[in-house]
Structures are given as C-alpha cells and as structure tokens.
C-alpha cells in the first residue's frame, strides 16, 4: 500500500521547520555574522565587516581569556563526569545491595533535587549553603569555633562550590540511570563467578561493569554535554548583576555571556559562540561514531 | 550465629547508616529552607543551625502571596506554559510523524541537522532574539516568549515522539485508512491515544523548561508584571536578598512543589524518554 507522497512530509515539516529557522537558525546565522564585526560598545550602529579579527583574538591572544576559560570548562566537565559516574555507581550499587530492605525511601530521597527547579536550588546554595551570614555551612564552621569562609571568593573555592552544586543536582539523574541498568543485568553470572571464587571487585570488574556499559553510555554523552553548557551555576553563584563575589571564574559560555552583556563586546562574544558551536558538533559526532561502534 | 551471618549483618547496618547519612546531607539545603519559611524574621541571622522552624509562622507565605504578585506570576507561568505546550505539540507532532512514517528524500538529513543545531547554547542566542523580537514587534509580549520557547523545545519533541512513533506497529493505521479515515483524523483518533507515554513526557519537559526559565523572561519582558513565576522570583532575590530571603524561601517551596508532585509521579518514563531520542543518530 505505496502511496504516493509528494511534498506531504514536508507539508506535515513544515510549521516545525519554520519555528527552528526562527529560534535557532537565524540567531545562529546573525551570530556567525555579528562575529566578522567589530560590534561593540563603541562600534553599536556604525559597526562593519573586519573579518576573521575575532576569531583571532581569541584564539591566539592569551590575555583575551578565552582559552584560559575552555581550559576551565574542560577541567569542569572532565572531574564532574569523572565525579559522578564513580559516586553514581556505587550508591546504585549500595541500592542494590542484598537485604537492603529501605532502598526504596532511600532512592526517593535521593531523588528530590533533580525534582528541586534548578534556578531555585542554585539560589538557595547561595545564601542556604555558602553565604557567610545565612549560610549552613558558615553556621557549622562558626559552631565548631572555626572561623568562617567565603565560599564564592576566589576562584580556586568558587570552583569546588560550585562543582559541589552540580553533583548535588546532576547526582540523581546518574543514579537512577545505573540502578536501572545494574537491573538489567542477568544475576546467574553473578553465581557462577561466585562458584569460581571471584571475589567482589572481580566481579564488578569482569561482569557488572561490561554490562551496564552500553546502557549508561547515551546517558553519560548527554550528561557530558549537559556539563559542558552549563551556564546557571557559575552564573546565579557567582556572577550575576551587582553581585559579583570576587571570583572570576568563567568557563567558555560565561565567558562569551559577559563579553555581551556585561563588556559589550559582541563581535568577540560572538566568534566564542561560533568557537564553542563548532567544538560541540565535533564533540557529538565524534561520540556518535564511538556509542555506534559500541 | 554464624560468623559469616554476623558480618552480612554489620555489612548491611553499615550501608544502612550510609545511606541515612547520604540522604541526610542530601536533603540538608532542602529542609533547611524549608524550615526558614516557616520561621520568624531573626531565624535566618541568629547563629544557631536548626532545621525546626523557630517561633512558627506563615508571615513569608503571606508576604510572598500576598506583597508580591505572585498570583499574577502564577498565571503568567500557566499562561506561558499552555501556550507553549500547545504550540510545540502542534509543529512537533506533525513533524514526528512524517518522519516515522514516511521515508521522503531528505529525511535523514532533516533529522541529522536538528540535532546539530539543537547543540546551540541556548544562552548565547539571547542578543540575536532580542533582536528578532524587536523586529517582530513581539518584545514585552507572553506569544513572543512562547515562541521562543516552543521553538527551543521543538526538535526534542521531534526527536522524542519520533522515536516512540516507530515503535508503533504502522499496520494499525492501515486498518483505520481502510475505514476511510484521512490522514488528520487518524492521526488524532489513532496514534496519538497510542502514544500517550511519549507525548506526556514530551509535555512535561516543555513544561519544566518553562516553570524553570528565567533568564529569557527577564530579558524579553520589561515589565515585572509580566514576569512568570521564574523570573519574578529570580529578581525578587537579585533586588535584595538580605531582607527577601525567608520570603524567597517561602516562595520557592511554593514553585517547587507543583513540579515535586508531577515529577514524582512520571519518574519512571523520565530516564527512557529523556535518553531514547537524545543521542541515538
């Protein structure tokens, strides 16, 4: 039953083709132009066409501080994953422990702050946890006679505070992922490799790892990216209007987020972007090759 | 007992604790602030950590409902997220579809580019749609935002509907086509009833991303009238947090607590439905 199709499908395209080309596509476009200008806070009409100038200064000069903030980001994605996927492995295995008869509650609980909107946790972070007057922590410090910290100063602590966060909030995610694969995995090998006198971490080596791997892999990937682009927390912690904390940490989204809205540099913050797009797909196709090969 | 029972047990009392201790610290900013909201001015200052709330009251309940528009933010946050939703489901839906069902040249194409402009930063297009929205004339307007955001959420509806489309069996359909069903009238009667799971999920991802925004609303509306729950709470703390903040913790477990409730209830689609059409090319 071959109908013939025609222009149907993209008839059926359509409205959604148009609403891409308006909210993706063209800022893209406009983007890709306004970073060949010399757009800025002194060029904000009369600005014109200089070429590749932009691209430039980020990339060769190092005081720009673009590849100080991408060195950063890279820093940032790779302990947070690293992080995650470790501690989001063994409190699933903990989970799944035989004879845990609460793991139920325990995993609901776990799960509340991915539930928790993210711009409310984060702004509770901030004054709830490391604000040095309202803070929880800077209370335990005082109350253990310690002297208190501010823990968005510099941004050597900025950094941890903030990694701190996204564990908090990206924890459940990952965790919910590898309970449900380590589910999946069939127990009979479990018990013959005990009949074997394999011990623990034998088998979590040789059989429990192998398995879940091809199911946690997609979730990882897009955990990465997730990581990578994250904006909110370094943001709402540390940057925000008025309330800068002193710290200039920045990774490469920040970075070309307060080139635009704070120095007004568009042409510069606009070649970033452009930067950041084309490391992202090179990203996801290198990672779609290797989750296809797996 | 056995010593091999008698170290099962310690073993199992040990995890225990851990896991109370784990839930614990997790839940720490949670009940902390919860406890905040339900307490007199000076709580929030005064040097002692309780997590009970000291001299109960529903002052900052009151403030935030009552001092603050939050009604008016409640409806606009209802507001966007209908239109939004609506407005989403109809062009992604379609879409879905044709590509499920259908193999047109180009498909596979059309499918790969979404996904590769869906990589975008979100964030970075915010200067060149302020723009667009000038243009337009759509600025300080609801429909400019729901656009926006519709047109953010659009390729993952595409992707995710898509995904779940295939797996319903097309022999169905051509059951109904025989009945003489044309295509629209299928596709509402038919495929979409059997594509619930895909299409909640769907829309409550929508509506999350919309409950959540506030950087686009505070940005695209210039009036604090105007501002969804997000962004109205977003500048009630940037204004000045110091004298805000049992009221900002007031009224964040109020926005918190309808997303909670929904969340809890379609956790186990939320791990499948987020993962399926993510990466898979």
Known sequence: MREKLGSKPWFYCLPALLLVVIVI???ILYTGYISLTNMNLYHWTDYKVIGLGNYARALFKFDSGFLSALLTTLLWTALNMAI????GFFIALGLNAPGLRLSRLYKTLLMVPWAVPAYISILLWRVGMFNTEFGVLNKLLTMLG???VDFLATNGIAFCSCMALNLWMALPFMISTIDGALQSVDRSLYESATLDGAGFWVKIWYITIPAIRPIIAPAAVMTTFITFKQFDIIYLLTQQRGYMTGATLNTVITYAHQNAFVSNNYGLSSAVS?????????????????LRED | MTKRQFRRRVRLIALNVAFLLLCLVTLVPVLYALSLSFSGRGAALSGSLSFWPKDFTLDNYRAIMFDEPFFLW????????????????????????????WRFPGRRGMLRVLLVLNAFPQVLSLFALFRVLRLTGLLNSHA?????????????GIWNMKGYFDTIPVEIEEASRIDGANDAQMICRIVLPLAKPAIIVTCVMVLIT????????TTFLLDSKTYSLAGGLYQLQSNDYSRNW???TAASMLASVPLLLIFFKIQKYMVSGLTAGGVKG
Do not use: D, H
């Not at chain 2, 400019?144 to 959420?153: D, F, Q």
């Open chain 2, 210 to 217: 919309v409950w959540n925004e506030y950087l686009f609303a």
């Open chain 2, 144 to 156: 400019g935002l729901v656009v926006i955001y519709a047109g953010s959420m659009c390729v993952f």
């Open chain 1, 84 to 87: 995650q996927l470790a501690a």
């Open chain 1, 146 to 148: 310690l002297g208190k």
């Open chain 2, 74 to 101: 409640l409806k606009n946050s209802l507001v966007l997220s209908a239109g939004t939703i609506a407005l989403a489901m109809v062009c992604a839906v379609p879409a879905a579809y044709a590509a499920s069902r």
């Open chain 2, 246 to 248: 049992s009221t900002f």
């Open chain 1, 274 to 290: 452009m930067l950041l797009f084309v490391i992202i797909i090179l990203f996801s196709f290198a990672t779609n090759r290797s």
């Open chain 1, 25 to 27: 596509v063209f800022p």
